[in-house]
Every structure is written in C-alpha cells, then in structure tokens.
C-alpha cells in the first residue's frame, strides 16, 4: 500500500530538516498543509509535494532577484 501521509517526524526525516526546523517554519506560516484529529497530526503525501513546489519556487524567485 502507497504512503497517504507522514507523520511530522517522518517529514522531517524524509525532507532531511529538523523537527526544531519544522516547527520554526509552520510558526512563520511556511509549513506544509496539516491534518489533525484528536492527537495525531499528519502530513499528507500531496501537502508534501506542494510544500516543496512551494519552497522551490521561493529558492527560484530569490535567484531571479540576486541576478538583477
């Protein structure tokens, strides 16, 4: 069966961040997508590829601006 989602340990260990890392970003508003029931928080395998759509399009961005 395809992974549907990780957990916030298992996101930070497949995107190679920390979890120190991944809590500084979701509080600046830059964390992936969440669902959360009761205890549990996951990260859905889509929320995943847009969050990393998201990251590389602001890396691009900001390579664009260096090169002005």
Known sequence: MPRA???I???CAA???SEAMY???RAA???PREMRTLRK???SVEAAAEW???RENLAAEA???GQV
């Open 5 to 7: 989602a990780y957990t």
């Open 9 to 11: 340990r298992e996101f």
């Open 15 to 17: 995107h190679r961040i």
């Open 23 to 25: 809590f500084k970003m």
């Open 29 to 31: 508003g830059l964390g």
């Open 41 to 43: 928080v996951a990260i």
């Open 52 to 54: 990393r759509r998201e």
């Open 63 to 65: 390579s664009d601006v």
